[in-house]
């Protein structure tokens, strides 16, 4: 018990004094989890609204498809990126396995069919109301998409954030195709498995401390975006 | 190419591009679960008449008005824009209002630029036509307000100012005015009288048998789907022709 007190003790004397190995693994942690959030939302925004105006035969299976996607565990992306980033891969030659862009790629596979799904339920429910104002309109089917995009844009950012929280938060798909290797792809995650498997308790619960104060910070920003866009009934 | 060249001056020719009424619908069916609920209308709607669309809850009026926009595909007849079938360029020359209004999470000024910028106004002349579009609705102080936050008839209000910004040629209006009050409707007659002494063709449902006293050219009466007559307002008030249209002006209860 006083181990763990101490090891506290620890923990935050490194988060104040700015350790530079907790600050370059935070960063990285950052750099990687935002670069996918920002892949996903390129792909998952369009396709998520394509799938919520367009009407095609087997639209139903997609989204059960889609829907089943959002729970993808993070291992087997982890798997199916090292398979394709593996040097007898597909993409073997271009040597990605073990760098920051192999664990964007991953997260990128992991947060894109959250993005999607949820995309495609936020602007479907908006699509119903407009729906007819937007065939008066005469629009054509991508000013249609871009109109419901736009509207639904506070609800999209914290879909935007959802996705955030389930990159910044997972560990299976990183610390396979990343493999965990100091400062290269070291991130938050698979420093707090390391450290603690070393039973260094101190950085693990830094990091963890960090990462706790992440997802607050990320669950207050959603919550006073979303009283702002009430406020302004364009929630 | 044509069509985009339509759409990109839609309004700008509007002066000059072929005209797209009269608006006639030739026996004109819609079902819906097994059941006929548009029951073989055949209507003409020429230029400078205000028609107003009347018939007890169910007849099938704003049925018909969606079916006439193009918003409903007919179970069976035809729709002919001065005698084509419903093209991109009749698209883009009408307008509809709707008894709820649709405003976008956006500012009421916003709603304007959206719904010119889709016509395919330059985006030069749009602010200038936005603007004068808000005024005349007598929203300019609340051209920033975002729009779901104006009261009732400020939305209806800006609904038909944004209809109207599109210099339709054809104005469907559905029950503009069922749950305003009455300084708003007298803000939306105004605003229709308007749009009819410029040429738009108006077309307009209401159960209020007084706005359509006030507004009536020619009234067209359904009952249970079917056109039972369209006549001259004042002959309607005055002798309608069915005994339905009768009991219905009377005030009793039409089956």
Redesign the interface.
């Known amino acids: 018990m006083q181990d763990f007190g101490a090891a506290f003790g620890l923990a935050f004397g490194l988060i104040a004094a700015g350790d530079a190995d907790l600050l370059e693994i935070i960063g990285l942690s950052l750099r990687v989890s935002v670069s996918a959030v920002v892949a996903a939302c390129m792909i998952g925004l369009p396709l998520g609204a394509g799938l919520a105006v367009i009407r095609f035969p087997g639209r139903g299976v997609a989204l059960v498809l889609l829907n089943a996607l959002m729970g993808l565990p993070p291992v087997v992306v982890g798997l199916m990126v090292y398979l394709m980033l593996s040097r007898a891969g597909p993409l073997g030659d271009f040597g990605l396995l073990y760098t920051p862009s192999a664990m964007i790629i991953a997260q990128t596979v992991l947060v894109t069919p959250i993005v999607a799904a949820l995309t495609r339920q936020v602007v479907e429910d908006l699509h119903a ?2 729906d ?2 937007l ?5 054509r089917r991508l ?1 249609v998409a871009r ?1 419901l995009l736009w ?2 844009r506070y609800s999209l950012l914290t879909v935007a954030l959802a996705g955030f929280g389930r990159a910044i938060a997972e560990v299976g798909a990183v610390i396979i195709v990343g493999g965990n290797i100091n400062h290269v792809t070291r991130i938050m995650t698979t420093a707090i498995a390391l450290e603690t498997s070393k039973g260094d308790l101190a950085l693990a619960l830094a990091l963890g401390i960090v990462l706790i104060t992440l997802a607050v910070l990320i669950n207050g920003a959603v919550m006073t975006i979303r009283a702002s866009a009430a406020r ?4 | 190419m044509l069509e985009r060249a339509l759409a990109g001056s839609a309004i700008e020719e509007s002066m000059s591009a072929p005209a797209v009424l009269p608006l006639a619908a030739e026996r004109l069916v819609f079902e819906a679960g097994g059941r006929r609920l548009i029951d073989g209308i055949s209507i003409v709607l020429r230029p400078g008449l205000r028609s107003v669309v009347m018939g007890p809850n169910g007849a099938g009026k704003s049925l018909t008005l ?1 079916l006439l ?3 409903l595909r007919p179970s069976g007849g035809r729709i002919l824009w001065d005698g084509r079938p419903l093209d ?1 360029a009749a ?2 020359r ?3 209002v ?1 008894q709820r209004p ?1 405003m ?3 500012s009421a000024l916003d709603n304007l630029l ?2 010119l910028r ?2 395919g106004v330059p985006r030069r002349a749009c602010g200038s036509r936005a603007q004068a579009a808000l005024e005349r609705a007598g929203l300019e102080g609340q051209a920033r307000t ?1 729009a ?2 104006l009261s009732g008839g400020e939305q209806q209000r800006l609904a038909l100012a944004r209809a109207l910004a599109l210099a339709p040629e054809i104005l469907f209006l559905d029950e503009p005015c069922a749950n305003l009050d009455p300084a708003s409707t007298l803000v939306i007659e105004t605003l229709i009288q308007q749009a009819h002494d410029e040429g738009t063709k108006i077309v307009l449902v209401t159960h209020d048998l007084g706005q359509a006293k006030r507004l009536a050219d020619e009234v067209i009466f359904l009952h249970r789907g079917r056109l039972l007559e369209q006549s001259p307002a004042a002959r309607f008030f005055d002798r309608p022709a069915s005994p339905e249209a009768e009991a219905f002006l009377a005030g009793r209860i039409v089956l």
């Open positions: 109301e407009y007819e104002h065939r008066s309109l005469a629009l000013e109109t509207d639904a302004t009934a364009y929630a | 969606r926009h193009g918003l991109r698209q883009l009408q307008a509809m709707f649709v976008l999470r956006r959206h719904a889709a016509r975002p779901r936050l």
